[in-house]
């Protein structure tokens, strides 16, 4: 039986990685390239990643990841991530050495997993389209000046779609990030979510957002993606 705690997800890495979890059960962990003198607690096999390019440490409750000094870097939803500990919310998307590796990270169980908001780059914590304003910060969604609420995933899905406007999102991260309750208590590293679940929820939030259903585009065999003109 998994413990209900913080863990992150490996989007990308090692092929025998792919979609684990890893449980964060101690204070530090050091994450680089694996080798025969050095070896990190979360290890990938990239070049691009330096023996010790990034530490994962719980700061009270909370978890946060400091780069150290890698050749090619580390970001937190596209941020650029230094020396100085980023603190990591629910949802947060860690990038290595330019995408060679990526993580997601998991706060469940803990008061940041309350709300189950997902985190977001704060350069898109708010904008516009003509009739529609999407407020990422507030979870707020106003259609032609009239508040629209949404449900829990309706309202979910929206906000990792458009936070990662013109980026397709695959079947498994939309499952692994709207049904993460699926995934308690089980050694599953995929919910038990059917294509035809999401196809749903897509469903019901393209009726919902009327004329800008559209914008929620099906990108074929793979997932979805919210399609939309660069600066609009």
Known sequence: MLDDSAYILIKKGDPDQLHKRKFLSKDAYTIGRRGTQF????????????????LLQK??????ITDL?????TQVNGVDVYD?????????????????????????GSELDATRELSLPMMQAASEL???????????IRLDG?????????????MLLYQRANQAVSYEEIMVLIWPERLAGSDKTIPDVGKAEINALVYRLRKRLGRYGENVTTIPRYGYMWEMEEGG
């Open 39 to 54: 070896q990190p607690d979360i290890a990938f096999s990239s070049l691009y990643v330096s023996r010790k390019h990034a």
């Open 59 to 64: 700061m009270g409750e909370l978890y946060a």
């Open 69 to 73: 000094q890698s050749k090619h870097g």
């Open 84 to 108: 100085t500990p980023q603190l990591l919310r629910h949802g947060d998307h860690i990038s290595l050495a330019k995408g060679a590796v990526e993580l997601i990270f998991f706060a469940e």
């Open 130 to 140: 003509p009739g529609l304003l999407i407020n990422l910060e507030r979870r707020e």
């Open 146 to 158: 009239k508040r629209l609420h949404l449900t829990g995933k309706d309202m979910d899905l929206l």
